[in-house]
């Protein structure tokens, strides 16, 4: 079946440094979805990615899509402690209904 | 707007014995999902629903059944629980828009189940 995976499993970094996340499906995906889950709390939705090479940017945040549509990234420009969490991607194989298979998740850890 | 609920917050089962976890979303959501997360996992798929009345199993459903009598309600069921079902559970809804191809999930607080 359809495996999606992330790199790192953990980070930890310290204020101000940079973070980014790597996603990697074993399939083609129509769209990739990214979700952070705060410590004891539930995914919310971040922002959705349809197309081949598409770049997307929410603030200190930028998504990115790969050209082959197998691959995605999140980068966090200078972390801040509001960014702890664990951030999972979520891929979509076409005509599956929206029915996702999410990545295994990066927590990260921002100390002061 | 509540948005997704769900109930219990927490459970504690003897192996063996059963319950029904209730999901319920106020959006008018046409697709209805269980997802159970263990650490190390992200989020696997128990059961969906892209309609009232039908249900479709997902990559884990062994040992988990569901219904969808109502478009607003989910419910997931453990017949006989063990100590495998130990886990955190999350429903969740979304909408196919009309023309919209792609939508997000919107997650519910989650279960803490614990089986001992």
């Known amino acids: 079946g359809q495996q999606v995976m992330q790199i790192p499993q953990y980070q930890h970094v310290q204020e101000g440094e940079d973070f980014t996340t790597y996603c990697n499906s074993s399939t083609t995906l129509s769209n990739i979805q990214w979700y952070k889950q705060r410590p004891g709390g539930h995914p919310v939705f971040l922002i959705q990615?349809?197309?081949?090479?598409e770049v997307k940017k929410q603030k200190r945040l930028t998504f990115q899509f790969g050209e082959a549509k197998k691959n995605s990234s999140l980068h966090i420009t200078a972390t801040q402690t509001t960014d702890v969490g664990t951030y999972f991607c979520?891929?979509?194989?076409?005509?599956?209904?929206?029915?996702?298979?999410f990545g295994t998740g990066t927590r990260l850890q921002v100390t002061l | 707007n509540a948005g997704v609920t769900q109930t219990p917050k927490f459970r504690v089962l003897k192996t063996g014995q059963s319950m029904t976890l209730l999901c319920a979303q106020d959006?008018?959501?046409?697709?209805m999902y269980w997802y159970r997360q263990d650490p190390g996992m992200g989020l696997r798929l128990i059961h969906y629903s892209v309609g009232e009345g039908t249900t479709a199993k997902g990559e884990v459903p062994d040992g988990y059944n569901v219904s969808r009598l109502k478009k607003q309600n989910f419910l997931l069921g453990l017949e006989s629980a063990a100590p495998s079902q130990t886990s955190v559970y999350f429903c969740?809804?979304?909408?196919?828009?009309?023309?919209?191809?792609?939508?997000?999930?919107?997650f519910g607080p989650g279960t803490r189940l614990t089986v001992t």
């Open positions: 969740a809804s979304s909408y196919p828009g009309q023309g919209v191809l792609y939508y997000e999930q919107y």
């Open positions: 990615l349809v197309k081949s090479g």
């Open positions: 979520a891929g979509d194989k076409a005509g599956t209904a929206s029915k996702l298979t």
């Open positions: 959006m008018n959501h046409e697709y």
